[in-house]
């Protein structure tokens, strides 16, 4: 059975979804859970945390993912695979909740976009591995390499909400991604 708090979670996200993050109160929350203000309060600190779970959800459920990069022999394309679904996920929330995630960590820092170090070890190792069989001709260190991705990826977010989701985010940034690992012609899709 579900938890307060992850019912909470569940029926805010539609809410959000459904009619946007700034029309969406505490109470309209509350009345949809069935629960009262306190009983809100007492399992979640703010409308944010809401906001900030989401991201931390994404990250965190990743292992559908993992499962099928097993089968993928090329660095390039598990890496493309890892980014192309974090967009997906992120995309899945749409332009609205993703510019309130954006505004919220700009107001406060909520780790929302602090690097995963779960997901960042999965990344250098096939940042690694495409250095070591030759698909990535950037040989610079894996770490920095895959931090330069991570934050390219926020920048293209941060474009596609401004823009209102009017904005070429995965061909922009796996063209980017590209350049920036030096991927080998033989692997390139993108360019």
């Not at 992850?6 to 109470?27: H, M």
């Not at 069935?34 to 979640?44: D, E, N, V, W």
């Not at 779970?53 to 099928?68: C, E, M």
């Not at 890496?79 to 909740?97: A, P, S």
Request: glycine share 4%; charged share 25%; aromatic share 14%.
């Amino acid at each position: 059975m579900a938890s307060t708090k992850d019912i909470i979670f569940d029926i805010a996200s539609k809410l959000f979804q459904e009619r946007g993050y700034n029309q969406v109160t505490v109470n309209d929350i509350c009345e949809a859970c069935g629960i009262t203000k306190p009983t809100f309060y007492y399992h979640i600190k703010s409308k944010q945390e809401i906001l900030v779970r989401f991201y931390d959800h994404i990250v965190d459920n990743l292992t559908p993912l993992l499962l099928q990069m097993i089968s993928i022999s090329g660095s390039w394309e598990q890496l493309i695979l890892l980014f192309d679904t974090l967009i997906n996920n992120i995309q899945d929330l749409g332009t609205d909740i993703n510019s309130q995630l954006l505004s919220i960590n700009l107001e406060k820092n909520y780790g929302t976009f602090a690097l995963r170090e779960n997901l960042e070890e999965i990344a250098v190792n096939i940042v690694r591995k495409g250095q070591d069989n030759k698909e990535f001709r950037n040989l610079n260190d894996a770490k920095q390499l895959y931090q330069a991705a991570a934050y390219m990826f926020t920048g293209y977010e941060y474009m596609w909400c401004v823009l209102d989701g009017d904005f070429d985010w995965k061909g922009q940034f796996f063209k980017s991604l590209e350049n920036l690992m030096d991927v080998d012609p033989a692997f390139r899709r993108y360019s």
